[in-house]
């Protein structure tokens, strides 16, 4: 028992979080090679980065998609995911923080928090993981630590424990200031590693004064800190940094460090300070499932039944991969599993630490490891795998509502199953992409979190030897409605070729449904008198009427907002039936539509827009360039909260635009309203 314990102390499972540009993948390959794992530092900028290995990321020079990579470091394991810094890719992070006992936050120290900064620290707030952060790039012109410390106070709102000092400024920055055992940490030019010495003469003095800061912020936070503060004035130490643990992990405190990851400068004690500060998995409180309607924990217990969470996978044509989060148990080479949530069973065929798109074999895997693992064919992201003896259904990531969409087709009519296929195997690895298609138009709409994010997706059809795809603008879905109807609009429906005749004689008033134009809907009523027409008969006839809304008289788009009223009609003893009048309504409705005035209508959407309050008036300047009408507006935490009806079609691209008038800050959800009428053309 005692050296399952110990095992899993000495893990730990951590994610990179930042603004896109803010140097994450950097702070990853350094720590990768600070920690022997690699042999030569990989350049974003050179494509030679281990987790930037896709293609696409290394063509953009950005981070697409989460990669896991493992590596050691003072006895302890790191299970290390880096994720995206683009708003487009937001749900790739979700997914990650899903998983995550902590994280490192990293900050531009020239740009201070950023947009997707702010995000991401929202959502890691959401999940409850611990942070401590990093202010990167302390050597670039205009770097300023306490500007950057100050914009995560003012924006993020934590308290941050600063526990290092600059030593040397811009391109003069060489190391830090150790604050919590007050010694220097130099590096030189062309050295991997820190030489360790006393506190500068010229800073000794304003050190003193941030430790001060430092002992006095810990201890109004923490009790037996304040204890031995009151006691000695001071605390030594071994107390500062076990309040700093105790602050981290409880959220009330975040740690702040600082460095430059591409000149190789305080890496090594932010991954002191991942050790120190950062929990492992059995820090963190045992994980929750339900089984039958009943609410189960389980600890991070080897010994436990096993219960993992997929967080990702990635599917191709030469195979399949997992990634699982074990939080209980264990699970071997050839083990069955259950999909708590599918309900089916798989064999686990192989086990792989995952180093990005390298792998190395495992026999085993236990709780608090992240690994892949093949030939679990059926099981999605956010699917729970579980011992088929003891079941239990993990809470999955929350998955993300597509905001933009784009319509695609194959070039070549013959690929159209390929295209299927493809769409379908990124639907699978992805879950914020989503494949429909629309029942009206006949395209095949993909749907997804930014233009950037679908342009991503098609090219990945391309770069798969999928087939050429060609990407438009979805069409919307209009509607026709009448706004001034007919009344007692006759219609005869005679046709004598030979044999049994067909005879149907039909009087109708046609109306709009509603007051206002837009409305949805049909409605048919009899009101004939005396028998006139049988009672089959009018059943008939709102059967044709039915199946005249199918094409309107403007541009042939369905009909609909209509009360159409059966007032009389007359039959023909041996011509007359279901079929002659079912023709007869169909043709009647078609003819009055044609004698009324009708109107096209447009799709509208009701949109809630979130934004800060700074940024208000030009949102609301281009909610009314796209037609909107603003029913209300509040205020919510800091943000102001819009409501407006928009048009459909004007909504295309609207998430790019918002997030540039609002430095990406603003965020908007949609939903159907009905119908409105679109402007004359």
């Known amino acids: 028992m005692r050296t399952h314990i110990d095992t899993l102390l000495a893990v730990r499972n951590l994610g990179i979080l930042a603004h896109v540009d803010a140097g994450k993948t950097t702070v990853t390959e350094r720590i990768l090679y600070a920690t022997g794992t690699t042999h030569k530092r990989g350049e974003v900028h050179d494509g030679t980065t281990v987790t930037d290995f896709d293609p696409q990321e290394r063509d953009r020079g950005i981070t697409i998609f989460a990669a896991a990579v493992s590596c050691s470091w003072d006895g302890r394991r790191i299970n290390l995911i880096d994720t995206p810094g683009h708003i487009d890719f937001a749900d790739e992070v979700e997914r990650s923080l899903r998983v995550l006992d902590g994280a490192i936050a990293v900050f531009d120290a020239v740009a201070g928090v950023e947009p997707q900064s702010e995000s991401v620290w929202r959502q890691a707030d959401r999940h409850g993981v611990p942070r401590i952060a990093f202010v990167n790039k302390l050597d670039r012109a205009g770097a300023d630590l306490d500007r950057a410390v ?167 044509a030469t195979g399949r991969l997992s990634y699982v989060r074990v939080y209980s148990g264990a699970v071997e080479k ?47 992201a956010g699917a729970t795998l579980c011992d088929p003896g003891a079941p239990l259904l993990l809470e999955p990531p929350a998955a993300a509502e597509p905001v933009v969409s784009v319509a695609v087709e194959a070039r070549r009519g013959t690929d159209t199953g390929r295209l299927a296929t493809a769409l379908a195997r990124l639907a699978e690895e992805d879950p914020s992409l989503v494949v429909h298609t629309d029942a009206e138009t006949g395209q095949t709409v993909l749907s997804g979190m930014g233009e950037l994010h679908l342009e991503v997706a098609v090219e990945k059809i391309r770069r798969a030897g999928g087939p050429e795809v060609g990407v438009g603008r979805p069409r919307v879905a209009h509607r026709e409605t009448v706004v001034t109807g007919v009344r007692g609009f006759v219609f005869r429906h005679v046709k004598q070729d030979g044999g049994a005749g067909q005879f149907a004689h039909v009087v109708l008033d046609v109306q709009p449904l509603g007051a206002e134009p837009g409305g949805t809907g049909f409605e048919f009523r009899s009101a004939v008198v005396g028998g006139r027409v049988p009672q089959e008969y009018v059943r008939a006839v709102e059967a044709g009427c039915r199946d005249a809304l199918a094409e309107g008289p403007l541009d042939g788009h369905p009909v609909t907002g209509l009360r159409v009223t059966l007032t009389d009609g007359s039959t023909h003893v041996r011509d007359s039936s279901d079929t002659a009048f079912r023709t007869a309504g169909r043709l009647g409705l078609r003819a009055a539509l044609r004698a009324c005035t009708a109107v096209l209508l447009e799709p509208v959407a009701e949109v809630t827009v979130t934004v800060p309050e700074d940024a208000v008036g030009g949102v609301l300047g281009d909610l009314a360039a796209r037609r909107g009408r603003v029913a209300g507006s509040a205020n919510r935490g800091g943000a102001a909260v819009l409501t407006a009806t928009v048009p459909l079609a004007e909504l295309f691209g609207y998430a790019t635009r918002l997030r540039s008038r609002t430095q990406g800050r603003g965020t908007f959800t949609t939903r159907p309203a009905g119908y409105a009428p679109a402007p004359s053309r």
């Open 150 to 316: 100050d914009s995560i106070r003012d924006r993020l709102h934590p308290a941050p424990l600063v526990v290092q000092l600059p030593i040397g400024a811009e391109d003069g920055f060489t190391g830090v200031v150790d604050l919590v055992r007050m010694r220097s940490l130099v590096w030189s030019d062309g050295q991997g590693t820190a030489v360790e010495g006393a506190v500068p003469e010229e800073l000794r003095e304003e050190a003193v004064r941030r430790r001060r800061l430092l002992e006095e912020a810990v201890a109004e936070r923490h009790p037996a800190a304040l204890e031995e503060f009151c006691d000695r004035e001071t605390l030594c130490a071994e107390t500062l940094a076990g309040a700093l643990r105790d602050l981290t992990r409880s959220g009330d405190g975040v740690v702040v460090l600082c460095g430059s990851a591409y000149r190789n400068r305080g890496i090594e004690p932010l991954l002191d300070a991942v050790v120190a500060y950062l929990p492992s998995p059995l820090d963190v409180p045992a994980v929750r499932g339900v089984h039958e309607g009943t609410e189960q924990r389980r600890a991070a217990d080897p010994e436990a039944p096993f219960a993992g969470l997929v967080f990702k996978v990635s599917a191709s």
């Open 334 to 380: 050839g083990d069955t599993v259950r999909d708590a949530g599918g309900g089916r069973t798989e064999r686990v065929a192989r086990i792989l630490r995952v180093m990005a798109d390298r792998h190395v074999q495992l026999d085993r895997a236990v709780a608090g490891d992240i690994v892949a693992l093949a030939g679990v064919k059926s099981a999605r």
